[in-house]
């Protein structure tokens, strides 16, 4: 970065980065990683009380899934954290740890950018090409930096889809903006998160929305005094979060629910309404259908609405039907 578009400094390298031939330069296949780790592979299952198929399957949602060219189908793997895993035989987030992105959370808040935008995102194919410091335009520095990577291609607008690659960048991405949203402390954040898995799986989902509430509640002044969105990327965050441990879509786009959790033997789905009735959020969860792409799973449905009051900086009421 410090010597691209800066006077005349190596003003004649070619920039390789989108291009096709050398898309798995700096990573690992799925082929490679099987063809020459079988030993590692096998220890790495024995010490993680998994098959071996469920091993390659835990490393490919934990590291893989770059993509460095429109062209490129298959994905690679970051290098530096499985030689890791199969060095320690144990899965943990090692490139994360390696550095923290401070800088790119200092764009964010300068410009109040919607952390619920990012995954999923479409830009124009110039935009991950622009080496310019844009604090208006967070996307290509954030790209660039490796924690989100090319999901699709449009080739008629010559747009691409950005995502998080996998699920060591995405959960180490939320753990550590976290504490820039929420009162939760980076170390302090999996401890809420499990409890609040721990309330879902058992049904209670009268201590989850208590435990929300408290979680309002102990939030600091200056992260409470915010915009409707703040409080919605909040509720983002808290749910993408549990997706470490069960399965939860967060709405992205019209016509679903703000959240759909779905844990051993429940589904629920849940709509919050910012200075509305709960009523008006059990009501929008018929109306529009939230609840029929899952009414032959066998789960138990549960519909949550909830009413969150503005002016309180908290969840009011709630109500839990099942269906």
Known sequence: FSQLGVFSNL??????S?????????????????????????????MNKQTYEQTVNELAKRYDGY???????EGVFNPFSVLNALIQRRFSSYWFSTGTPTMLVDILKKTDYDLRKLDGIEVPAAALTDYRMDFHNPVPIIYQSGYLTIKEYDLLKNFYVLG?????VEYGWLNFI???YTPMSEANAPFYIGKFWDELREGDVDSFMERLRAFFAGMPYELNDKTERHYQVIFYIV????????????RSARGRADAVVKTTDYIYVFEFKLNGSVDEALRQIDDRGYLIPYTADGRQLVKVGASFN????????????DS
């Open 18 to 46: 989108m291009n096709p031939d050398y898309a798995t330069v700096c990573g690992m296949t799925k082929d490679e990683i099987e063809r020459d780790f079988q030993p590692e592979l096998a220890a790495l299952a024995a």
């Open 178 to 180: 976290t504490p820039y």
């Open 310 to 321: 503005k002016e309180d900086r908290n969840i009011g009421e709630w109500k839990v039907v």
């Open 11 to 16: 003003n004649q390298l070619m920039d390789i």
């Open 164 to 168: 998080y690659p996998n699920a060591e």
């Open 67 to 73: 993509h460095f060219s429109e062209f490129q189908t």
């Open 239 to 250: 749910f993408k979060l549990l997706g470490q441990y069960v399965d939860v879509e967060v």
